[in-house]
């Protein structure tokens, strides 16, 4: 006679064999963060060192103010970004010292391969007169740079008084101000030069150029996209508010460009959609 096995596998034993070999595979390590006190610049230039090796996530003091006084090599207030990395802060505002005697730099420099984002951060009173990106430039092929929910503001360059993109850059903006900003030449908000260059939700205002495109000047092979946006209140010599340079391309989506001196957009018809 051929007995039946009285072993039946059971839901309840399966998920618990389930558990057993779940319990020894070992869990992946949560992403690193530093924390920056608030003020403390060394500590800054510290993590972004860092940061170059590690890809270490930055968190700053929230409603803080971090002065920078001493520059870091040519032109640069921080080290030079080639990691990957994200600077996050709330209404938190890094800024070159406007004190008399303080060296002309920059805030941020993203190298070729780097990849900045910036959050709720405030970038002031870069100063690189006849030099590049006033509070940001971004240089080369593979590097990034996002800002969201902060802003570029009074900074003053040759071009791109704001932000500079170099060949093969690119930059996202969302939810961001580029304001006061000044360049002698083109570009008092931002000169693009990159890659792509799209602005979401954000606001190009009050910026000032000696040439052209006292909001965004963009020249080839540069392709700027600005949606749901507003470029306000901007002056040039030519294009206060958009200059399209030739083989570039600037599309408007949803965007407002108005009231810029001498006119909004320059040459006229380059841009569709831009009257004035």
């Given at each position: 006679?051929t007995?039946?096995s009285m072993y039946?596998p059971?839901?309840?034993?399966?998920a618990?064999?389930?558990?057993?070999?779940?319990?020894?595979?070992?869990?992946?390590?949560?992403h690193?963060?530093t924390f920056?006190?608030?003020?403390?610049?060394?500590a800054?230039?510290?993590a972004?060192?860092?940061?170059?090796?590690?890809?270490e996530?930055i968190t700053l003091a929230?409603?803080?103010?971090?002065?920078?006084?001493?520059?870091?090599g040519?032109?640069?207030?921080?080290?030079?970004?080639?990691?990957s990395?994200?600077?996050?802060?709330?209404?938190?505002?890094?800024?070159?010292?406007?004190?008399?005697?303080t060296?002309d730099?920059?805030l941020?420099?993203?190298?070729?391969?780097?990849d900045?984002?910036?959050?709720?951060v405030?970038?002031?009173f870069?100063?690189?007169p006849?030099?590049?990106?006033?509070?940001?430039?971004v240089?080369?092929?593979?590097?990034?740079?996002?800002?969201?929910?902060?802003s570029?503001?009074?900074?003053?360059a040759g071009?791109g008084?704001?932000?500079?993109?170099?060949?093969?850059?690119?930059?996202?903006l969302s939810?961001?101000?580029v304001?006061?900003n000044?360049?002698?030449?083109?570009?008092?908000?931002?000169s693009?030069?990159g890659?792509?260059?799209?602005?979401?939700?954000?606001r190009?205002?009050?910026?000032?150029?000696?040439?052209?495109?006292?909001g965004l000047?963009?020249?080839?092979p540069?392709v700027?996209?600005?949606?749901?946006?507003?470029v306000?209140?901007?002056?040039?010599?030519s294009g206060g508010?958009?200059?399209?340079?030739?083989g570039?391309?600037?599309?408007v989506?949803a965007?407002?460009?108005?009231?810029n001196?001498?006119?909004?957009?320059?040459?006229?018809?380059?841009?569709?959609?831009c009257?004035?």
């Open positions: 006679m007995r039946k039946r059971t839901t309840l034993g399966a618990a064999a389930l558990g057993l070999s779940l319990a020894v595979l070992p869990l992946a390590p949560a690193a963060v920056v006190p608030c003020g403390n610049v060394t800054l230039r510290n972004i060192t860092q940061s170059n090796t590690t890809n996530n929230p409603f803080c103010t971090y002065t920078v006084a001493t520059s870091v040519a032109s640069n207030g921080l080290p030079a970004v080639t990691g990395f994200t600077v996050s802060g709330y209404s938190t505002t890094i800024a070159r010292s406007t004190a008399a005697g060296p730099f920059r941020f420099t993203v190298e070729s391969g780097g900045l984002t910036l959050n709720g405030h970038v002031r870069g100063n690189v006849g030099d590049e990106g006033g509070g940001v430039l240089t080369g092929a593979g590097s990034t740079l996002a800002v969201n929910s902060g570029v503001r009074d900074s003053n071009s008084g704001g932000i500079h993109l170099r060949s093969g850059a690119s930059a996202t939810n961001a101000v304001s006061g000044r360049a002698s030449g083109s570009g008092g908000g931002i693009h030069a890659a792509s260059l799209s602005v979401n939700y954000s190009i205002t009050g910026n000032t150029a000696g040439a052209d495109g006292g000047v963009t020249t080839a540069a700027a996209t600005l949606a749901a946006s507003q306000t209140g901007n002056t040039a010599a508010g958009i200059f399209e340079g030739s570039s391309q600037v599309t989506l965007t407002g460009v108005t009231g001196t001498p006119d909004n957009c320059s040459p006229t018809g380059a841009v569709p959609g009257t004035g």
